[in-house]
């Protein structure tokens, strides 16, 4: 683990949008927030040699490499940030969490509860964080506050929606998260899971859930809409929708 003050060096596998949204966040969050560490953005792993010099070159990542196998071994690398299509997480979160690497993953986690419980095994004894970003938005974090301090009062029910419209888009070509062999799921992982992150932050641990998936998209293989009922051990009922 690397001593307060001295720069943190981070490797990030992933030249995707979530690549770029992660090399922004390293690049202003000292301009934000008095970090125990500094960022140093080290290396970037991706596959197209073009766009990693691209992203280089705008973001100030120091290296590139294509070699995620050799970048996770490197002994001047303290981060794995693990920002690619979901079914590669546990292999490279795994590989870094064994050469004792802080790891840092992409939401969701793993494409199936087995692919999950060894990425667990694995991270034992090693700092992890998946990336629920969404705990640290302001109006998030002053609501955790409030319930906190008994401000709020008793919870009866919890909603959450998340929906967007890009996923119906005929003009949009299909990527890898309409790709079930790539993704795992659809809406489900990529959106529902922050809002059921978010539940449990706020409202703690759910006792009970009963859900439904459906398709609208022709010929999708993945989930593009899910609604669930739920009730929390602290007695309060929810209901989530993603689309």
Not at 14 to 27: I, K, P
Not at 56 to 71: F, I, P
Not at 147 to 176: C, K, V
Request: charged share 20%; net charge neutral; aromatic share 8%.
């Amino acid at each position: 683990m690397p001593l307060p003050g001295r720069p943190l060096s981070i490797a990030i596998v992933g030249q995707g949008s979530m690549g770029r949204a992660h090399s922004n966040a390293y690049r202003q969050a000292p301009h934000f927030f008095d970090t125990p560490f500094t960022p140093r953005l080290k290396v970037i792993c991706g596959r197209n040699q073009a766009g990693l010099d691209r992203m280089a070159s705008v973001w100030g990542w120091e290296e590139t490499a294509t070699d995620w196998r050799q970048v996770v071994e490197r002994k001047d690398i303290d981060v794995v940030d693990v920002a690619v299509p979901n079914a590669l997480h546990a292999p490279i979160a795994i590989a870094a969490a064994e050469a004792g690497k802080i790891v840092f993953c992409e939401k969701p986690l793993a494409v199936s509860a087995e692919e999950g419980a060894r990425m667990v095994a694995a991270a034992n004894g090693v700092r992890t964080m998946v990336w629920f970003n969404y705990r640290r938005v302001p109006a998030i974090a002053f609501t955790r506050r409030l319930i906190e301090e008994g401000r709020i009062g008793e919870a009866f029910h919890y909603r959450a929606t998340y929906l967007q419209e890009w996923g119906n888009d005929p003009s949009r070509p299909p990527g890898w998260k309409t790709d079930r062999a790539q993704a795992g799921s659809g809406v489900l992982g990529d959106l529902l899971s922050h809002s059921i992150d978010t539940a449990l932050y706020l409202n703690g641990p759910v006792s009970e859930v009963s859900a439904m998936l459906h398709t609208f998209a022709p010929g999708r293989d993945v989930d593009d809409a899910v609604l669930a009922l739920a009730r929390f051990k602290n007695g309060s009922i929810g209901t989530f929708e993603a689309t």
